[in-house]
């Protein structure tokens, strides 16, 4: 698919081949690149975030019996884009592997 954008839009995108790990060493070895951005996505879209019960208990419950309603929370919402989020880049880097 990015081959084909690539083809369209006619546009070169330089490869990211040299990052900083946390401490500020670089990083040159492919799998260590790739782990890096990995743990790097992975913290930016799965923030340990607290539940706040009381958020929770002061729902109104559903109205109608027979059709329950789904209280989704901002949280959930944006915990499941984010393992969305992370299965797509995984199969991105499993694509890319031979790089």
Same mark, same amino acid.
């Given at each position: 698919?990015?081959?084909?954008?690539?083809?369209?839009?006619?546009?070169?995108?330089?490869?990211?081949?040299?990052?900083?790990?946390?401490?500020?060493?670089?990083?040159?070895?492919?799998?260590? @690149?790739?782990?890096?951005?990995?743990?790097? $996505?992975?913290? =930016?879209?799965?923030?340990?975030?607290?539940?706040?019960? /009381? #958020?929770?208990?002061?729902?109104?419950?559903?109205?109608?019996?027979?059709?329950?309603?789904?209280?989704?929370?901002?949280?959930? @919402?944006?915990?499941?884009?984010?393992?969305? $989020?992370?299965? =797509?880049?995984?199969?991105?880097?499993?694509?890319?592997? /031979? #790089?």
């Amino acid at each position: 698919m990015f081959e084909g954008v690539r083809k369209i839009t006619g546009k070169q995108v330089p490869r990211v081949r040299i990052i900083k790990d946390k401490n500020g060493k670089l990083l040159a070895d492919q799998n260590k @690149v790739k782990d890096k951005w990995l743990e790097y $996505f992975h913290e =930016l879209y799965n923030p340990c975030t607290p539940t706040d019960q /009381s #958020v929770l208990s002061e729902m109104a419950p559903s109205q109608n019996r027979d059709t329950p309603t789904l209280h989704l929370l901002k949280a959930e @919402v944006q915990a499941v884009v984010a393992r969305m $989020f992370l299965s =797509l880049f995984m199969l991105f880097l499993s694509s890319n592997s /031979s #790089v």
